[in-house]
């Protein structure tokens, strides 16, 4: 360690004294080495591991809807669980360093396959204009951006775009859903993601109407190819 590093570290050390960064999961304070979350909470992430397996519960809600080449979701999302709370704090606390760290954890995962390597551009679900100003930022903008560290692949917050915005889909029917979804998204400058494999990034996947409609809307670019990356998989 160079004598700069060690009293940046020794600085960081001290401000942990005085003002402690404490874990999204516990609340406890957590060591100089760790990240969002303690030990002890990263443990109890119900991750899925379906990057190690092809057709996974991602991919079978997809299955027979769309063509898509792969999907993979980091971790289960289950009512009142860890990552309900996690992804509670990224969208209603301005806490986006948690989707910054969602998305990497979601990158090392992924950076196990070979299929990764073949993605050109991330895309996060965008958000209307209006919602995201409300918000003040697309919490699909923070998971992309730390997918984006870990796999070194750029990130297109542009291309894709929300024309309007929907009224919450929690008390429709699938069906009812897709339908909600049609003509929702739209693409510009489409020329650059001709021929390219996109990975569209969202929070959580239920059944999928908000995803299909991103992949719809993108596969009228000629010769795109797209897969589906999420943090959660709700399992109710
Ligand atoms: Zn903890």
């Known amino acids: 360690m160079t004598s700069i590093n060690k009293i940046k570290s020794w600085g960081n050390s001290f401000l942990q004294l005085f003002y402690p960064r404490l874990c999204e999961g516990c609340s406890q304070a957590l060591l100089v080495q760790e990240q969002i979350l303690c030990v002890g909470c990263t443990a109890e992430l119900p991750l899925t591991n379906y990057h190690h397996i ?76 209006k919602k995201e100003a409300m ?36 008390k429709k029917s699938r069906t009812e859903r897709i339908d909600n979804m049609q003509e929702v998204f739209g693409v510009r400058n489409a020329t650059t993601l001709e021929h390219k494999h996109v990975l569209i990034v969202d929070d959580v996947l239920t059944t999928g109407a908000t995803l299909e409609a991103c992949a719809l809307v993108l596969q009228t670019i000629p010769g795109i190819k797209v897969s589906f990356g999420t943090i959660g998989i709700a399992m109710d």
């Open 54 to 129: 092809p057709e996974n519960e991602t991919a079978n809600r997809f299955a027979g809807r769309l063509k898509f080449e792969y999907a993979s979701s980091l971790a289960y999302f289950t009512a009142e669980g860890l990552l309900q709370h996690l992804l509670h704090q990224l969208k209603y606390h301005d806490k986006q360093e948690v989707g910054v760290y969602l998305g990497q954890q979601l990158g090392l995962g992924l950076r196990e396959t070979d299929w990764i390597k073949t993605i050109d551009v991330i895309i996060p679900v965008p958000l209307h204009p």
């Open 135 to 170: 918000r003040g930022y697309n919490q699909s903008n923070s998971i992309a951006e730390g997918l984006s560290d870990i796999l070194n692949k750029p990130v297109n917050k542009t291309g894709l775009y929300r024309l309007r915005h929907t009224e919450s889909q929690t």
